[in-house]
């Protein structure tokens, strides 16, 4: 148990290996976890990561690991954030009651699989920047759900305007919400395999 951390409960950088299982992670004073480098099989799995004031886990540049069955909650900032060219699968987690974005991707390139997301005070799913999505599959998402094209703005309370229930929302580059995706996003280098039951 890892219990208020000054910092992020747990950093890693550029490890050989690292598997971390059955652990929590909470009250710290900034994320749960951060992983960053070429951190190589590395996996998380049935963790829970409760009210970290930052996100509950950032993953970014270097990083794929496996992201499995973990839940995390109440985190100040987003649930799950994947920037700056991170990857991995986040597989069957759940993602609930983040103060910001549930799971937010942002120049990155995960797989996205049958996670439920919800109860949040923001978007449940944000994929924005240079992003290339393997796939997007099966995710609940209780709140709402947008997706926007290669360098479309990512101002949180503009899309969640953009999109009060319903079908998913696509914002093109200039920030204009339509349904289904525009050119822009065709055009753009985010590919979706599958984006299905992203919003309950």
Same mark, same amino acid.
């Given at each position: 148990?890892?219990?208020?951390?000054?910092?992020?409960?747990?950093?890693?950088?550029?490890?050989?290996?690292?598997?971390?299982?059955?652990?929590?992670?909470?009250?710290?004073?900034?994320?749960?976890?951060?992983?960053?480098?070429?951190?190589?099989?590395?996996?998380?799995?049935?963790?829970?990561?409760?009210?970290?004031?930052?996100?509950?886990?950032? +993953?970014? &540049? %270097?990083?794929?690991?496996?992201?499995?069955?973990? $839940?995390? #909650?109440?985190? *100040?900032? =987003?649930? @799950?954030?994947?920037?700056?060219?991170?990857?991995?699968?986040?597989?069957?987690?759940?993602?609930?009651?983040?103060?910001?974005?549930?799971?937010?991707?942002?120049?990155?390139?995960?797989?996205?699989?049958?996670?439920?997301?919800?109860?949040?005070?923001?978007?449940?799913? +944000?994929? &924005? %920047?240079?992003?290339?999505?393997?796939?997007?599959? $099966?995710? #609940?998402?209780? *709140?709402? =759900?947008? @997706?926007?094209?290669?360098?479309?703005?990512?101002?949180?309370?503009?899309?969640?305007?953009?999109?009060?229930?319903?079908?998913?929302?696509?914002?093109?580059?200039?920030?204009?919400?339509?349904?289904?995706?525009?050119?822009?996003?065709?055009?753009?280098?985010?590919?979706?395999?599958?984006?299905?039951?992203?919003?309950?």
């Amino acid at each position: 148990h890892i219990l208020r951390s000054a910092k992020v409960g747990l950093a890693a950088r550029g490890v050989a290996a690292l598997a971390v299982s059955r652990c929590s992670l909470s009250h710290g004073a900034a994320s749960g976890a951060a992983l960053q480098g070429r951190c190589e099989r590395t996996e998380l799995r049935d963790n829970t990561f409760l009210h970290n004031v930052g996100s509950g886990l950032q +993953l970014s &540049s %270097g990083v794929n690991p496996l992201v499995v069955g973990n $839940t995390f #909650e109440s985190s *100040g900032g =987003c649930g @799950v954030l994947v920037f700056d060219g991170g990857r991995g699968t986040l597989r069957g987690n759940r993602v609930l009651r983040s103060g910001g974005v549930g799971v937010k991707i942002d120049c990155a390139s995960p797989l996205v699989e049958a996670n439920r997301i919800g109860e949040g005070k923001d978007v449940g799913l +944000l994929v &924005s %920047g240079l992003a290339a999505v393997e796939s997007i599959e $099966t995710a #609940e998402a209780t *709140g709402q =759900c947008v @997706v926007a094209a290669a360098g479309a703005p990512c101002d949180a309370q503009t899309q969640a305007a953009a999109d009060k229930g319903g079908e998913p929302k696509f914002a093109d580059a200039t920030g204009h919400a339509s349904t289904p995706a525009s050119p822009a996003m065709s055009s753009a280098t985010l590919a979706m395999k599958s984006l299905s039951s992203v919003v309950a």
